[in-house]
């Protein structure tokens, strides 16, 4: 099990940037694949983007593919979700998950991942 602790979120304006930040407590963070999801009332939680063990590769949804950039510093056991042009589409509460699974594109539903943040709420206005 891995203990995430999200943060970052806040209200911005359409057109901004805002940058999350997910700190993992866990012997070997690099042996751990991470994803961001997000999710609005009533609805399912809903695949953001992930990262490798090592950082090399990413895979991203659709709708934040061009705007958004995951990486992670593995000296700092940390995972970052970079968002920019934000939309009042993205406003959602945004949580980091981790997997000790090796990282594949198919890893994007809320089962693949065991562990969870708290969640940390992003709203964009219009």
């Known amino acids: 099990q891995v203990h995430l602790v999200d943060a970052g979120g806040g209200l911005v304006q359409a057109g901004g940037s805002l940058t999350l930040s997910c700190v993992a407590s866990?012997?070997?963070?690099?042996?751990?694949?991470m994803a961001w999801f997000r999710q609005t009332p009533g609805k399912e939680r809903e695949f953001v983007a992930t990262?490798?063990?090592?950082?090399?590769?990413?895979y991203y949804a659709d709708s934040v593919k061009g705007r958004f950039t995951i990486s992670r510093d593995n000296a700092k056991n940390t995972v970052y979700l970079q968002m920019n042009k934000l939309e009042p589409e993205d406003s959602a509460v945004y949580y980091c998950?981790?997997?000790?699974?090796?990282?594949?594109?198919?890893?994007?539903?809320?089962?693949?991942?065991?562990?969870w943040g708290q969640g940390t709420q992003v709203t964009v206005s219009s």
């Open positions: 990262i490798s063990w090592g950082g090399s590769t990413t």
């Open positions: 866990v012997l070997t963070f690099s042996g751990v694949s």
């Open positions: 998950a981790a997997s000790q699974r090796w990282l594949t594109a198919s890893m994007t539903t809320p089962s693949d991942f065991g562990s």
